[in-house]
C-alpha cells in the first residue's frame, strides 16, 4: 500500500485548516476596526449635532433680543455667554470701543 497519497491528503487538510482559521481571524480583526470606526463617527456626528444646536439657540436668542429692543450690555452678556457655551471655555471678554 502506498502511504503517500494519504500523507498528502492529510497535510492539505491540515493547511485548508490553518489557511480557514487565519481568514477567521483576519475576518474578525477588520470586523473590529470596523466597528471602532463606526464607534468614533458616531460620537463625532453627536458633537456636530450639539455644537448645531449651540449656535443656533445662539442665533435665536440673538435674534429675539434684536425684535425686544434690548440694552447693548444685555446683548454683550448675551453674546459672550453663547460663545463661551459654543467654544467650550472657562470665561470670555468682549472689548467695546466707543468712539
Known amino acids: 500500500m ?3 497519497g494519504l500523507f498528502l491528503d492529510v497535510f ?3 493547511v485548508a485548516a490553518i489557511l480557514m482559521l487565519a481568514a477567521a481571524v483576519l475576518l474578525l480583526v477588520v470586523a ?3 466597528g471602532v470606526l463606526l464607534w468614533r ?3 463625532h456626528n453627536t458633537e456636530l449635532e450639539t455644537g448645531k444646536t449651540l449656535v443656533f439657540d445662539f442665533l435665536h436668542n440673538l435674534g429675539a ?3 425686544e429692543d434690548v440694552h447693548s450690555h444685555e446683548l454683550h452678556r448675551l453674546v459672550v455667554e453663547s460663545i463661551v457655551r459654543i467654544v467650550k471655555t472657562n470665561s470670555g471678554a468682549l472689548y467695546v470701543l466707543d468712539k
Open 2 to 4: 502506498n502511504n503517500d
Open 12 to 14: 492539505f487538510l491540515d
Open 32 to 34: 473590529s476596526v470596523l
Open 41 to 43: 463617527t458616531r460620537c
Open 65 to 67: 433680543a434684536f425684535s
